[in-house]
């Protein structure tokens, strides 16, 4: 029954929790067990903190036995990427600067999971400091991917897409800068939303560029992300970025009728230079969306062909900032790869940052004016398939190109832009799932949740699953 369990979903497991099926107890006892014997061969887990999850699984338990159940993630195990301040408890950012780390207050996002009674497991492996998307820490080990080993998770979430698709946590929180939600999501088999832009506060989450950062699910299926949404999404004062824009009823919003909606391809530059395994599955479910009753309509942004420079010029000098000190005074302590990125990020003028802005503001512009016609727009997450551990390149139709700026291409406009997007399974290619793009208007996750929706239930990984699974 262990094996069976841990492979349920949110709210498989929740349901189980309210009818006093199965206590918090045992099941984050299971999970304990279960994450010793997986994380030696994930490395999914940085840190595990196992006598904090059974006090919170113990009294979660007494809760409920006393008539307090307080919803879905009550008694419910899951893990946090390593940004992600949890008061008390050593914050790394998977770096050998912060190794040491403890925040005196939790980030809003886990005093609402506290809140609704989720058990903390542990803090999640991560890319030193959210920066690169393939999870190969010099500091605390590369992480795994649960289809293939010898594959990088992406990143920089890769220790959450990891911990979530082997089943060593049953959700868990990633960090969107650049598309470090979306891209492991994808290349894990999971759901992965990146919500509005001040949508989910920030507070207490370790920067990498303040305005591209985006905390968002990363889940099972789609239900277990909108509810996540249900918990975290809202107005923070900490947080000076944050929106007060009322929620919508996320989990509500799952009907799978897509019916009418208009979908939105960019050809020139969502479908340029896109593996052809990965190019036909995003078609197929472009083809099965317009069977159901969508229709599909044709745009054109032209301030996309300098999204890419853009989204660089800003992150880059908005992140070099962030670290200056610590570039200045102890730039060996910083692993090789990140290093040359921030040191890079110096390099930058005022006037590249500023061109950089003005790019976005076109691009805001343009997605506005698209979204006037579609409801959302469809695209692959990434033009290729995930290289192996220790692999810096990755083959398109023939062509070595690198991996860091060919796995952000398609998923960094909407941290520019600040629109929601998200990453759901397509299908399976070359033995490994490949993600499917979704990006909606600001502030309607709803949407782009429910079209999500609609192609889980297509069931597009028709029964594959991760060779390390419980």
């Known amino acids: ?57 113990q009294r979660a338990e007494q809760q409920i036995m006393d008539g307090l159940y307080k919803g879905v993630f009550h008694g419910v195990p899951l893990a946090l990427k390593d940004n992600i301040y949890h008061g008390g408890e050593v914050t790394t950012m998977a770096s050998k600067i912060h190794r040491d780390f403890v925040s005196e207050h939790d980030a809003t996002v886990v005093a609402q999971l506290r809140d ?24 605390f080990g590369a992480v795994h991917n649960p289809w293939n080993p010898k594959r990088v998770p992406g990143g920089s979430s890769g220790g959450s897409g990891a911990a979530v698709a082997a089943h060593s946590s049953y959700i868990s929180l990633g960090t969107d800068t650049a598309g470090s939600i979306r891209i492991p999501s994808a290349a894990c088999g999971i759901v992965g939303l990146k919500p509005t832009h001040g949508r989910v506060s920030k507070f207490g989450v370790y920067p990498l560029a303040w305005t591209l950062d985006h905390v968002g699910p990363m889940a099972k299926t789609v239900a277990d992300a909108a509810a996540l949404m249900e918990v975290i999404a809202g107005f923070d004062p900490n947080d000076p ?91 060996d302590d910083f692993g090789n790869d990140i290093r040359f990125l921030f040191e890079l990020g110096e390099l930058f003028s005022g006037i590249d940052y500023l061109q950089g802005q003005q790019v976005r503001r076109a691009l805001k512009l343009q997605f506005a004016e698209a979204f006037d016609d579609v409801d959302v727009i469809l695209a692959p997450v990434m033009p290729c398939q995930v290289p192996d551990i220790g692999v810096e390149t990755v083959d398109i139709n ?30 399976m290619s070359d033995g490994m799932p490949i993600g499917l793009q979704l990006i909606g208007d600001a502030f309607d996750e709803a949407t782009i949740l429910n079209v999500a929706y609609a192609i889980e239930l297509m069931n597009p990984l028709a029964g594959h699953a991760p060779v390390i699974k419980p």
């Open 241 to 331: 970025t944050s929106a007060n824009v009322p929620a919508d009823g996320y989990l509500e919003a799952l009907s799978g009728d897509v019916k009418g909606l208009r979908i939105g391809i960019i050809e020139d530059y969502f479908f340029h230079n896109v593996d052809s395994g990965i190019e036909k599955l995003i078609r197929e479910r472009l083809q099965d969306l317009e069977n159901e009753g969508a229709e599909v309509v044709s745009l054109s942004l032209p301030a996309l062909r300098y999204a890419e420079w853009a989204e660089l010029a800003v992150s880059l000098v908005e992140a070099a900032t962030i670290h200056h000190r610590d570039l200045v005074k102890r730039a």
């Open 1 to 57: 029954m262990s094996k069976e369990l841990l492979e349920l979903s949110v709210l498989q497991v929740a349901d189980l929790i309210e009818k006093k099926e199965i206590s918090p107890v045992e099941l984050t006892n299971t999970m304990l067990d279960y994450i010793e014997k997986s994380n030696e061969q994930t490395n999914a887990y940085i840190s595990i903190t196992a006598d904090q999850a059974r006090q919170s699984a």
């Open 116 to 139: 609704a009674g989720a058990v903390f497991t542990g803090k999640l492996n991560m890319h030193e400091y959210a920066w690169g998307i393939d999870n190969d820490s010099p500091h």
């Open 398 to 427: 023939g062509q070595t190109l690198d991996f860091i700026m060919e796995g952000i291409r398609f998923t960094g406009p909407s941290n520019l832009t600040g629109l929601p997007a998200l990453s759901v399974p397509a299908g």
